[in-house]
């Protein structure tokens, strides 16, 4: 791998038209100031590297469930999982990953199955970080049916800047873990709802790798994790 292949990294299409415009308001700026000017170069930069589109090295194992963004699990806990879902009134095992500015905002299939269902919900535009997001903000669900007939769901959350949710499957598509399925804009949180049954092997506070750090072991009998600052 070269020094530059490990800084420059390929871009979702999302971001070139944002990019393209940070770069024209840069211009802009440096007929005015050149201050101003390498402001609007470090936001161009900050621009492309939100739309960074990496691609990942995901453990082949049907079993395992795999975090499907970056970011930090900022709670796990039972929950009813959204109605739209179809996966019953049961509370299930959440993991709720907070994705900030910084991180890349590409989202990967948790696990290989078969797309049951796509649900999109309006909604606010509240903090991600609330836990009152994942009922009131604006979302898209997506149920995944596994070769076992478990279903697994992961829910897109929009967020305070968030304004744009993507997603480039459709419904009976079969997916493979840590593919690509869309991305969120701008700051945002996505939703893990394990099968029942099933413990995480992550703890509040831990950084995820889409498509790389593993969630939990379906068929594994550990039970849920703890983590400690060190």
Known sequence: MSML?????????????????FAAATLVLFLISDVLGWIGVGLTVWCYYFFRDPDRVTPVD?????????????????????????????????????????????????????????????GKFLNASLDKASEDNERNGLTIRMED???LGVVQIAG?????????????????????????RFGSRL?????????PLVAVGQTMVAGETVLADLDGTEGPRRGAIR
């Not at 939703?191 to 413990?199: S, T």
């Open 5 to 21: 292949s490990t800084f420059i990294k390929p871009m979702h299409r999302e971001g070139y038209r944002f990019v393209a415009i």
């Open 62 to 122: 049907d079993n395992l469930v795999i975090s499907p963004a970056d970011g930090v699990v900022q709670m796990i806990g039972d929950f009813v999982p959204p109605a739209e879902l179809g996966l019953g009134t049961d509370p299930l095992t959440r993991i709720a990953i907070f994705m900030n500015v910084f991180n890349c905002h590409v989202n990967r299939a948790p696990v290989t199955g078969q797309i049951e269902r796509i649900a999109y919900r309006p």
């Open 149 to 151: 007939g478990r279903r």
């Open 160 to 184: 305070l800047v968030a304004r744009r949710i993507v997603c480039e499957v459709k419904e009976g598509q079969h997916v493979l873990a840590g593919q690509r399925f869309g991305m969120i």
């Open 191 to 199: 939703d893990v709802y394990l099968p029942k049954g099933v413990a």
